[in-house]
């Protein structure tokens, strides 16, 4: 398959998920994408950058998608439901960054870096990608529990680019505002969050952390299986960072573990472990993999072990996208014929 052309469509194509996706495509080595960039029709006409190449986003519509082999969602759940079914009248696969198709018949949850789960096949409509808090607490749940793990506890930080541009922009504001003594805009989070760390947003706010919370925990469902999930407790707090997730996981264990010997069960595909210096947002920025470090939990030691965990959520989500369509695209005609 290494070096087969497939015609891609990032719907969404001005958005910082959007931005980070066109740039991943553009580098994939598997498949050479022919990309074309889709966006509402006000962001029609931008230039934008993939990789080395300067494009212009072009306006959706249903038409757009006419010869497309994969049409990547990364824009607003809103456009998916509006758009997912021309795409997929027009013959595309499907890979849906929004989420919005999740728990549609045919729709099957990914994340790269764990295997199992039904496989993609011809009668599948959609891919989605896994949010990159389940890909983060999802890989370190599987790969411990053959050490007898009984319970995962994290505490996760939520950046500002989860809301896309327009929370980064509100965390900036806020933060100019308070410096400077002025009232706060509160449009996408209806609270300040600005110097502050919350575990629930203001009722206007653009996105509830526990709609967030519930979709973590239900993919993580599916890609563990009940079970599993039911192991991991998440608490989710909006941090007055602009990128990147960090994690605090307090892992339990049925018997004793050394740390030395769980940071060999971790490290691999999608896990980078280090000593020192400890995992950041900073450290993490640019990354494919999630960055952990491992120490003993000194109250309980032996049979319990802290964890910190730290990702750039935009590249993860990308790279994820990425290991949808390389999935996906053995089942496309090889002759391109829809």
Same mark, same amino acid.
């Given at each position: ?101 999740? &728990? ?8 790269? &870096? ?45 950046? +500002? ?6 929370? %980064? ?24 969050? +600005? ?16 709609? %967030? ?126």
């Amino acid at each position: 398959m290494a070096g087969r052309i497939l015609r891609g469509a990032v719907v969404g194509a001005s958005s910082l998920l959007g931005k980070e996706l066109a740039e991943e495509l553009s580098k994939a080595t598997a498949v050479v994408w022919d990309l074309t960039l889709l966006d509402a029709e006000e962001a029609g006409g931008q230039m934008t950058a993939a990789g080395e190449e300067a494009m212009v986003i072009q306006p959706i519509s249903a038409e757009a998608f006419s010869g497309i082999d994969v049409a990547f969602f990364a824009g607003e759940a809103a456009t998916t439901l509006a758009f997912w079914k021309n795409a997929h009248e027009a013959g595309a696969s499907i890979v849906d960054l929004t989420g919005a198709l999740e &728990g549609q018949p045919q729709v099957l949850v990914r994340a790269a &870096g764990m295997k199992g789960g039904t496989a993609a096949n011809l009668a599948t409509v959609a891919l989605v990608p896994a949010h990159p808090v389940a890909v983060m607490l999802g890989m370190l749940q599987a790969r411990l529990q053959a050490f007898g793990l009984t319970r995962m506890a994290a505490t996760v930080m939520r950046p +500002a680019s989860e809301c896309g541009s327009a929370g %980064v922009e509100e965390l900036h504001q806020q933060t100019v505002g308070l410096l400077a003594f002025k009232p706060l805009k509160k449009d996408v989070y209806d609270t300040q969050v +600005a110097f502050n760390l919350v575990s629930s947003l203001g009722e206007a706010a653009k996105v509830s952390l526990e709609t %967030v919370r519930a979709t973590i925990h239900r993919q993580l469902g599916s890609l563990l299986g009940g079970e599993g999930a039911d192991r991991i407790v998440l608490q989710l707090i909006e941090a007055p960072v602009f990128h990147g997730y960090t994690a605090s996981v307090f892992l339990e264990f049925g018997s004793g573990v050394e740390a030395e010997t769980v940071r060999a069960a971790l490290h691999g595909e999608g896990l980078d472990v280090v000593e020192e210096p400890s995992p950041s947002n900073e450290s993490a920025a640019g990354k494919d993999e999630v960055v952990v470090s491992v120490s003993a939990a000194a109250s309980r030691e032996g049979s319990c072990l802290w964890v910190w965990m730290a990702a750039d959520n935009l590249r993860i989500a990308a790279t994820n996208a990425v290991a949808c369509a390389t999935e996906l695209a053995p089942l496309r005609p090889a002759d391109g014929v829809h």
